[in-house]
Structures are given as structure tokens and as C-alpha cells.
């Protein structure tokens, strides 16, 4: 197997897990909540199978039902400081990097 394809594959099968644990715990979050999938469908203002596909961890269901529904649990919060700069610890180093060794007064 070419290595790129390789490295592609176990990625898409990484995000599949990561998905299909993120649909796993917003299920289970509802249901703790005491919300009834037609009423997460409403509040969410999409269909029953939207909801479902969601629970799944389904790829091609878009971020924007993932947001609304992360939402609707009150957990919006969460996805707004995933990518947050002052929590990007990789960001912050590579910045860092680019650094002048020193700083020169202009004349």
C-alpha cells in the first residue's frame, strides 16, 4: 500500500472513532437530559434521521447539525474553544519559532 494512502486511511479511521464517540456521548447526553430524539429533532429544527445520523457519528453529516445539537445540551461552549488561539499549544510554539533571535532598534 502506497504510504500516503496508508496515512490517509488510518486518519479517516481515527476521525470515524473520534465521530462515532462524539455521537456516542451527545446521545447519551440527550438521553440524561430527558430529551426524546423527535423533540432534539425539533429543537434542532432538523428531521428524526438528521438526529440519528448524528447519534451514529455519521461523516457526512454536516458540523453545523453537530454545533446545533452540542447547543441544545449546552455544551456549544466546548466546540467554541477547540480551536481557541490561547488553547493551540502547537500554534503558540510554531509562532514562537519564527521569533527573531534578537530585536533591533530602527535608525
Same mark, same amino acid.
Given at each position: 500500500?502506497?504510504?500516503?494512502?496508508?496515512?490517509?486511511? =488510518?486518519?479517516?479511521?481515527?476521525? %470515524? $472513532?473520534?465521530?462515532?464517540?462524539? +455521537?456516542?456521548?451527545?446521545r447519551d447526553a440527550r438521553k440524561r437530559r430527558g430529551i426524546t430524539a423527535q423533540l432534539m429533532a425539533e429543537r434542532m429544527g432538523?428531521?428524526? =434521521?438528521?438526529?440519528?445520523?448524528? %447519534? $451514529?457519528?455519521?461523516?457526512?453529516? +454536516?458540523?453545523?447539525?453537530?454545533?446545533?445539537?452540542?447547543?441544545?445540551?449546552?455544551?456549544?461552549?466546548?466546540?467554541?474553544?477547540?480551536?481557541?488561539?490561547?488553547?493551540?499549544?502547537?500554534?503558540?510554539?510554531?509562532?514562537?519559532?519564527?521569533?527573531?533571535?534578537?530585536?533591533?532598534?530602527?535608525?
Amino acid at each position: 500500500m502506497d504510504s500516503l494512502l496508508y496515512i490517509m486511511t =488510518v486518519k479517516s479511521f481515527r476521525v %470515524e $472513532r473520534i465521530l462515532k464517540k462524539l +455521537g456516542s456521548d451527545i446521545r447519551d447526553a440527550r438521553k440524561r437530559r430527558g430529551i426524546t430524539a423527535q423533540l432534539m429533532a425539533e429543537r434542532m429544527g432538523v428531521t428524526r =434521521v438528521t438526529v440519528a445520523n448524528i %447519534e $451514529r457519528g455519521e461523516p457526512s453529516t +454536516g458540523m453545523g447539525n453537530y454545533a446545533m445539537a452540542l447547543h441544545i445540551l449546552g455544551k456549544a461552549d466546548a466546540l467554541e474553544m477547540i480551536m481557541d488561539r490561547t488553547h493551540d499549544a502547537l500554534g503558540l510554539d510554531l509562532m514562537d519559532e519564527k521569533l527573531p533571535k534578537r530585536v533591533r532598534v530602527p535608525k
